[in-house]
């Protein structure tokens, strides 16, 4: 027969159970507050400050509402982070390519080219580069549209004035207009904090190519808001209703790829400017960057913008997306590690091996594309006719633009490092063919002889070459940054503080 357990044991038992529960329930009472604290953070995380008004451009405003995003926002003000091929210092692209500048001959990017900062910097980085000139006067340089997409004060400006009247006045005479940066206002609903679309010129591209832009879905919403700026684009100076303004449109009629936009072109007979040394009708190509990650393996499986440039973040009972929008090696364990297991070397060896061999091939085509302009002129002076050039000033075009749909485009050699290849092939395809061309024309007017390459070993000797006086050019930016931009600081500081704010 089995024997009955002993008292004693069976009291050690009890005690132990109960012991246990004790554990179990002061366990269960930490997770409990553990949820009601972060509750209530996440409750008054989202308890509004303040009413926002329709148009609100003001970053700090929007920040009382939205503490945790306002902060990550303003980490964008950092210029820390260097990469090979990217990251958020200030860097001068001209210095490390002088190329470019003969490239660029005749058109302001030849002036000044830094690469792009954070956000943060969109209005500080605009007046203060040699492209925009130093206008004394409000009727003087750039138009308006340069401040496109620079600031939440253009959908306020779009509204006060019509999309019409805002493009056809001057950069300088709303230079005061503009004070903030980048930043909420140019993606969201100040009522819903919907992600919403700002920029008409987006809308109007998804209407020229048939689509309806009201039928995006959330996910792909969180790409289109940024691809309100990060696109080419073009001054379209015919617009019907528009005629003279500089309106700015997207070349999406026809497609996005660099083929179906350069067709485009082609067909309305557009250049940006002529090259000063080969005489070719030229394209600049501006940012692509939207169009170039379509085509990328990102984009086909459904990976937006914001996924790795504003990955979530967690902090305390909140989750939110992390608007320091930088490159996503920078937080490679939020952007990357969570869908890619590998360890970060890997990750970032992986990244740095596609930009190298987009950027090897990158250079190749620019020394093509600089072989290529200063044989054209010496063509010219050899006493080429049009008719003789035709076909090679349209090489030169094409070639430049399909080295420019890349070298243009922030990342694009890692978004879509396939495409970004193949596209450069065509560039360097048409400036062979340029070369080809100008050798037999030349040999028919008996120059024989490799025409020299400049020496453009530096910025400084390449800006030289194409006839820059770049102490005159910084002389002005000097006297504009002096006598114009602390009026414009003055009216804007009067304009804000009287702007209202209604507390909650």
């Known amino acids: ?65 939205f503490p945790w995003q306002y902060e990550s926002y303003r980490k964008t003000q950092e210029g820390d982070f260097r990469t090979p091929h990217g990251g958020n210092a200030m860097r001068d692209m001209l210095e490390e390519a002088p190329e470019l500048v003969v490239m660029w001959a005749g058109y302001a990017f030849s002036k000044d080219y830094n690469q792009g900062r954070g956000h943060s910097y969109a209005v500080l980085d605009t007046r203060n ?43 300088a005479a709303l230079g005061h207009e503009h004070t903030n940066s980048i930043g909420c206002a140019d993606c ?24 309806d832009i009201t039928k995006a879905t959330h996910q792909e919403m969180r790409s289109l808001v940024c691809a309100q700026c990060h696109v080419e684009y073009y001054f379209d100076r015919k617009r019907p209703g528009a005629e003279g303004a500089f309106y700015l449109t997207f070349p999406w009629k026809k497609g996005m790829s660099p083929e179906e936009m350069l067709a485009y072109y082609d067909e309305i007979g557009f250049s940006d400017w002529t090259h000063p040394l080969s005489k070719a009708p030229m394209l600049k190509a501006q940012h692509p960057d939207y169009e170039v990650y379509t085509t990328g393996i990102h984009a086909e499986r459904g990976v937006s913008c914001a996924d790795c440039h504003m990955p979530y973040v967690s902090q305390g009972g909140l989750k939110y997306s992390n608007h320091h929008v930088t490159s996503p ?130 910025k400084a000797k390449a800006q030289a070459f194409i006839g820059l006086d770049m102490d005159k050019l910084r002389e002005e930016k000097k006297v504009f940054q002096e006598q114009i931009l602390p009026e414009w600081d003055k009216k804007a500081a009067e304009r804000q503080s009287a702007m209202p704010l209604v507390n909650r």
């Open 1 to 65: 027969m089995n024997q009955l357990p002993k008292q004693g044991n069976r009291t050690g038992l009890y005690w132990l159970l109960f012991g246990g529960s004790l554990v179990v329930v002061f366990l269960l009472g930490l997770l409990v507050a553990s949820i009601t604290e972060r509750r209530a953070e996440a409750i008054f995380a989202y308890s509004p400050k303040v009413e926002l008004a329709d148009f609100e451009p003001r970053n700090e405003v929007w920040g009382q509402n």
């Open 129 to 171: 580069t040699l492209r925009t000139g130093g206008p004394l006067a409000p009727d003087k340089g750039m138009p308006s549209t340069c401040w496109t997409c620079k600031s939440p004060d253009v959908p306020r400006m779009m509204n006060q004035m019509g999309v019409k009247e805002f493009y056809n006045t001057t950069w």
């Open 188 to 211: 969201h609903d100040p009522k819903t904090m919907n992600l919403t679309i700002t920029r008409p010129a987006l809308v109007e591209a998804y209407q020229a190519m048939g689509k």
């Open 329 to 458: 090696l920078k937080y490679v364990s939020q952007a990357c590690q969570t869908c890619h297991r590998e360890s970060e070397t890997t990750l970032m060896k992986n990244v740095y091996d596609r930009q190298n061999k987009v950027a090897e091939l990158r250079h190749k085509a620019e020394k093509l594309l600089v072989h290529a302009h200063v044989e054209a002129k010496a063509a010219w002076e050899a006493g080429a006719t049009e008719g003789e050039m035709k076909e090679i000033l349209y090489d030169i075009r094409a070639g430049q633009w399909f080295w420019d749909h890349v070298a243009a485009s922030h990342g694009g050699s890692f978004h879509a490092p396939v495409e970004s290849a193949r596209v450069m092939g065509k560039a360097i395809d048409y400036a062979q063919s340029a070369r080809v061309k100008l050798a037999r024309l030349l040999a028919t007017k008996g120059v024989t002889n490799e025409i020299p390459y400049p020496d453009i070993s530096t």
